[in-house]
């Protein structure tokens, strides 16, 4: 039986609400999958289990896989689904809402995120697995295109923004392919992007919590120069900013936007000083 008569068997109805738009094309899957550089050695987590076309196709290619979804209404499907795949495991709760604690109990080791994100929750599921923990290696994950544009932007992109700059602290980020609306069940009305985040902590060394208060400061109001915005948020005169921007050859009407990372922590380390 092919995975949508088993849906359908199982009069599972979507539900809009979860962001419920599966993928049943078995060469996009799998290409995904490719992309994704996951061996036989890897430890997945997938977020959203949906009927469970994505994570069958990890499990045949990973050392093992936990996904969790949110919606028990499809447990019949994913029981049928994934009977054979002794190496799969699907927990029925939130993924956003459970401490990442819990979540870590299913893995020996690092391991790796590949997913078909829901995508009213997108931004807060990444944040947590990039900041709440050491142990994610890379994340390979389904987004909206526009949401994929912003989060590989650099400082000359027009979708440029405090996530862009954040995420590239993190860990390498970038594009893997684009996915037309048209592979989706429903089809819903965006299209899509796969966005590989390839996690190295020790890319620059500065206080991260400074350095993201100083990011979200620069772009807090964007029509206001560099040292307007980081006066006002760190209380801090305007003359040392402007000693500090000097310092570092940066012009002293500056936008946050024109601002690269490694500017960011140059001005971070210069103003924990
Ligand atoms: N991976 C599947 C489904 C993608 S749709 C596929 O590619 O076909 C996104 C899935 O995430 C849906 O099944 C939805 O029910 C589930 N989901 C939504 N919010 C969730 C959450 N907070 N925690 C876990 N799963 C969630």
Same mark, same amino acid.
Not at 134 to 156: H, P
């Given at each position: 039986?092919?995975?949508?008569?088993?849906?359908?068997?199982?009069? @599972?109805?979507?539900?809009?609400?979860?962001?419920?738009?599966?993928?049943?094309?078995?060469?996009?899957?799998?290409?995904?999958?490719?992309?994704?550089?996951?061996?036989?050695?890897?430890?997945?987590?997938? /977020?959203?289990?949906?009927?469970?076309?994505?994570?069958?196709?990890?499990?045949?290619?990973?050392?093992?896989?936990?996904?969790?979804?949110?919606?028990?209404?499809?447990?019949?499907?994913?029981?049928?689904?994934?009977?054979?795949?002794?190496? +799969?495991?699907?927990?029925? +709760?939130?993924?956003?809402?459970?401490?990442?604690?819990?979540?870590?109990?299913?893995?020996?080791?690092?391991?790796?995120?590949?997913?078909?994100?829901?995508?009213?929750?997108?931004?807060?599921?990444?944040?947590?697995?990039?900041?709440?923990?050491?142990?994610?290696?890379?994340?390979?994950?389904?987004?909206?295109?526009?949401?994929?544009?912003?989060?590989?932007?650099?400082?000359?992109?027009?979708?440029?923004?405090?996530?862009?700059?954040?995420?590239? @602290?993190?860990?390498?980020?970038?594009?893997?392919?684009?996915?037309?609306?048209?592979?989706?069940?429903?089809?819903?009305?965006?299209?899509?992007?796969?966005?590989?985040?390839?996690?190295?902590?020790?890319?620059?060394?500065?206080?991260?919590?400074?350095?993201?208060?100083?990011?979200? +400061?620069?772009? +807090?109001?964007?029509?206001?120069?560099?040292?307007?915005?980081?006066?006002?948020? @760190?209380?801090?005169?305007?003359?040392?900013?402007?000693?500090?921007?000097?310092?570092?050859? /940066?012009?002293?009407?500056?936008?946050?936007?024109?601002?690269?990372?490694?500017?960011?922590?140059?001005?971070?380390?210069?103003?924990?000083?």
């Amino acid at each position: 039986m092919s995975e949508i008569d088993l849906i359908n068997k199982n009069n @599972f109805t979507f539900n809009k609400k979860y962001g419920q738009n599966f993928i049943f094309d078995k060469n996009l899957l799998e290409a995904i999958i490719k992309d994704s550089g996951i061996t036989k050695d890897d430890e997945v987590l997938e /977020i959203g289990a949906g009927a469970g076309t994505l994570t069958k196709i990890i499990a045949q290619n990973a050392k093992s896989v936990v996904s969790y979804e949110i919606d028990k209404n499809l447990e019949p499907v994913l029981k049928e689904n994934l009977r054979e795949c002794g190496n +799969s495991a699907v927990v029925f +709760s939130d993924a956003l809402k459970l401490p990442i604690a819990d979540i870590e109990k299913h893995f020996t080791g690092d391991y790796k995120i590949v997913a078909n994100l829901p995508y009213y929750i997108t931004t807060p599921l990444i944040m947590k697995f990039v900041k709440q923990t050491n142990r994610v290696k890379s994340l390979s994950v389904m987004v909206q295109k526009e949401v994929g544009e912003r989060l590989t932007a650099k400082n000359t992109d027009a979708q440029y923004g405090s996530i862009s700059v954040i995420l590239d @602290f993190y860990g390498d980020v970038k594009i893997l392919r684009q996915v037309s609306r048209k592979m989706f069940v429903p089809v819903p009305n965006v299209d899509s992007c796969v966005v590989q985040i390839s996690i190295n902590k020790k890319k620059y060394d500065c206080n991260a919590e400074i350095f993201e208060s100083v990011v979200k +400061s620069a772009f +807090s109001n964007k029509r206001k120069t560099l040292v307007n915005n980081i006066s006002k948020d @760190f209380n801090l005169s305007k003359d040392v900013i402007f000693a500090i921007l000097k310092e570092l050859n /940066i012009s002293c009407d500056i936008r946050g936007d024109a601002l690269s990372t490694k500017d960011f922590v140059e001005i971070t380390k210069k103003l924990t000083k």
